[in-house]
């Protein structure tokens, strides 16, 4: 099993910045693929970013390009998203998770999530 905590949501205005974090534990090794998706009320999960564990490609929804950037720290077994620009429409409770496959985009291949942090921005 491995375990992800997330950390770093809160208020911030539009414009402003936050760093979200996601911590794993457990067993680690199985990891190969982290990604971020969001949820605002009355929505599906959406997709935000991946990133493949070993290699360090990665990928984005064209919406959050040129403003969201998601980075790990293999020591720290954790995954960063770095969100600047943020806009309104980025309100949401975002998720962390992990899978033992390539990274792919759809939610439902995830085999482990956080339980989110809220980010809300203010226009």
């Known amino acids: 099993q491995v375990q992800l905590v997330e950390s770093g949501g809160g208020l911030v205005q539009a414009g402003g910045s936050l760093r979200l974090s996601c911590a794993a534990s457990g067993r680690t090794f199985d990891i190969r693929a982290m990604a971020w998706f969001r949820q605002a009320p009355g929505e599906e999960r959406e997709f935000v970013a991946t990133?493949?564990?070993?290699?360090?490609?990665?990928y984005s929804t064209p919406s959050v390009k040129g403003r969201f950037t998601i980075s790990r720290d293999n020591a720290k077994n954790t995954v960063y998203l770095q969100m600047n620009s943020l806009e309104p429409e980025d309100t949401a409770v975002y998720y962390c998770?992990?899978?033992?496959?390539?990274?792919?985009?759809?939610?439902?291949?995830?085999?482990?999530w956080g339980q989110g942090t809220q980010v809300t921005v203010s226009s």
């Open positions: 998770a992990a899978r033992q496959g390539f990274r792919s985009i759809s939610s439902r291949e995830y085999d482990y």
């Open positions: 990133m493949d564990w070993t290699v360090g490609s990665r």
